[in-house]
Nanobody, 122 residues
Framework: QVQLVESGGGLVQPDGSLRLSCAAS????????IGWFRQAPGKEREGPSC????????YYDDSVKGRFTVSRDNAKNTVYLQINSLKHEDTAVYYC???????????????WGQGTQVTVSS
C-alpha cells in the first residue's frame, strides 16, 4: 500500500521547536521530491513551505526560510521537517506529499499524507 504518514505535531509554546516526520511505505522516498504543505485554520492550503529534493538539495519559501529545515534519512524512508522559533501563525495542519520531480506546483504531488496538527499557543 502506497502511504505517507506524518507525525511529530503537537502543542508548543511560541519560540519553541518541533520536528515533524514523514514516513513512506509502499514506495522508495529517495526517488521522490517531498514537499511540506500547511493549512491554517479557516484558510486555504498553501503552496509548499519547503521541499526536500531527491538529490539532497532543499527549497524554502521565504515565509519560513531560516526557521524550517528539511532533511531525509533514506535508510528509514523518512523525511524530516525541523521547525524552530515557532510563531502563532505557524499553527496549521502540516502535510507531506511526494512528487516524482522537484515542483512548486501542488498538482505535481501524487501521494499525500493525512496531516499532523501543529498548534502554537502560550
Amino acid at each position: 500500500q502506497v502511504q505517507l504518514v506524518e507525525s511529530g505535531g503537537g502543542l508548543v509554546q511560541p519560540d519553541g521547536s518541533l520536528r515533524l516526520s514523514c514516513a513512506a511505505s509502499g514506495f522508495t522516498l529517495e526517488n521522490y521530491a517531498i514537499g511540506w504543505f500547511r493549512q491554517a485554520p479557516g484558510k486555504e492550503r498553501e503552496g509548499p513551505s519547503c521541499i526536500s529534493n531527491s538529490d539532497g538539495s532543499a527549497y524554502y519559501d521565504d515565509s519560513v526560510k531560516g526557521r524550517f529545515t528539511v532533511s531525509r534519512d533514506n535508510a528509514k524512508n523518512t523525511v524530516y521537517l525541523q521547525i524552530n522559533s515557532l510563531k502563532h501563525e505557524d499553527t496549521a495542519v502540516y502535510y507531506c506529499a511526494a512528487s516524482w520531480r522537484f515542483a512548486v506546483q501542488t498538482c505535481e504531488y501524487t501521494y499525500w499524507g493525512q496531516g499532523t496538527q501543529v498548534t502554537v499557543s502560550s
